[in-house]
T-cell receptor
Framework: DAKTTQPPSMDCAEGRAANLPCNHS???????VYWYRQIHSQGPQYIIH???NNETNEMASLIITEDRKSSTLILPHATLRDTAVYYC??????????????FGQGTTLQVKP | EPEVTQTPSHQVTQMGQEVILRCVPI?????FYWYRQILGQKVEFLVS????????KSEIFDDQFSVERPDGSNFTLKIRSTKLEDSAMYFC?????????????FGPGTRLTVL
């Protein structure tokens, strides 16, 4: 699976959009971009995933660049409860993919009042 | 909404003792996982399990570790002889299918403290 790079920390004002970037320059054609988050030592929580098109669900939007080398997770109206560590993970469909998630250090998002 | 549950929430044990951590995955899920997170460090994959067999294990998952699905609902992680360095949060996860198109749902974790 391709390696990802994320900034270690970010701040966001409550009510504003939080934009969390992720670089995955070595991503291959059959690899998906997944986002999870972990709120204060709770179990990681799935947020969203995508292949090449932008995706939106009730939690967030995922914007993937045309060359697929980077992506941005957008929390449209961040709340204090969105304070968490956000993980960008690339996962493939190939036979070498065994389902495991490989977590990096992620981005610690601090939402401030 | 269905969820993964884990018991106990906190387990304290003496070094060298055996511990069993329990998980109840989401009922229609077929793939099960254990991860651990040492305090202040990243979440690490331990093992994946499907059809009553280990599918993959990490180098952390040595002979001291074992997993079992003793009945139709529980999924357990056993550590035979705990070490101080086994102190960590242990997360169970499950998914409906395999691979990149199936998100994993995580339990709240068991905090294991080895004294």
């Amino acid at each position: 699976d391709a390696k990802t790079t994320q900034p270690p920390s970010m701040d966001c004002a409550e009510g504003r959009a939080a934009n969390l970037p992720c670089n995955h320059s070595t991503i291959s054609g059959n690899e998906y971009v997944y986002w999870y988050r972990q709120i204060h030592s709770q179990g990681p929580q799935y947020i969203i995933h995508g292949l090449k098109n932008n995706e939106t669900n009730e939690m967030a939007s995922l914007i993937i660049t045309e060359d697929r080398k980077s992506s941005t997770l957008i929390l449209p109206h961040a709340t204090l409860r969105d304070t968490a560590v956000y993980y960008c993970i690339v996962r493939g469909l190939g036979s070498s993919n065994t389902g495991k998630l490989i977590f990096g250090q992620g981005t610690t998002l601090q939402v401030k009042p | 909404e269905p969820e993964v549950t884990q018991t106990p929430s906190h387990q304290v044990t003496q070094m060298g003792q055996e511990v069993i951590l329990r998980c109840v995955p989401i009922s229609n899920h077929l793939y099960f996982y254990w991860y651990r997170q040492i305090l202040g460090q990243k979440v690490e994959f331990l093992v994946s399990f499907y059809n009553n067999e280990i599918s993959e294990k990490s180098e952390i998952f040595d002979d001291q570790f074992s997993v079992e699905r003793p009945d139709g609902s529980n999924f357990t992680l056993k550590i035979r002889s705990t070490k101080l360095e086994d102190s960590a949060m242990y997360f169970c996860a499950s998914s409906e299918g395999w691979g990149a198109l199936n998100e994993q749902f995580f339990g709240p974790g068991t905090r294991l403290t080895v004294l």
